[in-house]
C-alpha cells in the first residue's frame, strides 16, 4: 500500500464529511434506541435514518477506496511501537466500520422483507425473509455500532493528545494538509 506524506485536499474532504456523517448516524441510531420514543414516532426518523445510511454507504465507498488507494501518511512524529499498532487498528476499524454500518442495516432492513426507500428518489426492494441473514446483520449493526462509537472516542482522544500535548502537526494535517 503506498504511503504519503500528508493528505490531499480530496482526502481531507471526504475524511470530515464522513466523518461528521458517521458520527450523525451513529448519535441518530443511539437516540432511536434509547430516546424513549414511542413506536409510531419512531417510524418516520427510522426512515430517515436508512436513507442517510445509503448516502452514507455511497460516501463511504468512496472514502475507503480513496484511502486505500492512497495510502496512509507517515506518522509526523516518532511513537513507540504500541501506538503505532494501535493507530493502525483504529483506523482499519474505522474503514470498516464506515462500510459495516451502513451495509448491515440495509441488509437486516430488506432481509426482514422491507424496502428501503432513499427519500423517495429510489428505492432498495426488500427481499423475502431469511432469519439468519436478519440476525447476522442486526447484530453487527448493534455491536459495530457500539465499538465504533469507542472507537471513534479514541481516535478523537489521540488526534487532541497529538495536538495539545505531544504538539506535533497530526491534527493540523488532517484540518490544512500542512
Known amino acids: 500500500m503506498p504511503e504519503t506524506k500528508e493528505y490531499s485536499s480530496v482526502s481531507r ?7 461528521i456523517a458517521m458520527i450523525g448516524m451513529l448519535g441518530f ?3 432511536l ?13 427510522v426512515g430517515i435514518h436508512r436513507s442517510i445510511g445509503v448516502l452514507v454507504l455511497t460516501f463511504g465507498i468512496w472514502r475507503v477506496g ?5 495510502g ?3 506518522p509526523v512524529a516518532a511513537m513507540p ?3 503505532l499498532r494501535g493507530a493502525k487498528a483504529v483506523h482499519w476499524s474505522l474503514l470498516a466500520g464506515i ?5 448491515s442495516g440495509i441488509v437486516f432492513t430488506v432481509f426482514r422483507g422491507n424496502p428501503v426507500s ?9 427481499q423475502s425473509e431469511i432469519s439468519w441473514i436478519v440476525s447476522v446483520a442486526s447484530a453487527l449493526h448493534t455491536y459495530v455500532g457500539y465499538l465504533l462509537v469507542a472507537v471513534v472516542v479514541l481516535h478523537v482522544g489521540a488526534a487532541l493528545k497529538h495536538h495539545f500535548i505531544d504538539r506535533d502537526t497530526t491534527l493540523r494535517r488532517m484540518m490544512s494538509g500542512n
Open 13 to 19: 474532504f471526504n475524511h470530515w464529511i464522513v466523518a
Open 29 to 31: 441510531g443511539l437516540y
Open 33 to 45: 434506541e434509547f430516546g424513549g420514543l414511542e413506536r409510531e414516532a419512531k417510524r418516520p426518523l
Open 66 to 70: 480513496w484511502r486505500l488507494g492512497q
Open 72 to 74: 496512509f501518511p507517515a
Open 81 to 83: 511501537d504500541w501506538q
Open 99 to 103: 462500510v459495516i454500518m451502513p451495509a
Open 118 to 126: 432513499v427519500f423517495g428518489w429510489f428505492e432498495i426492494p426488500a
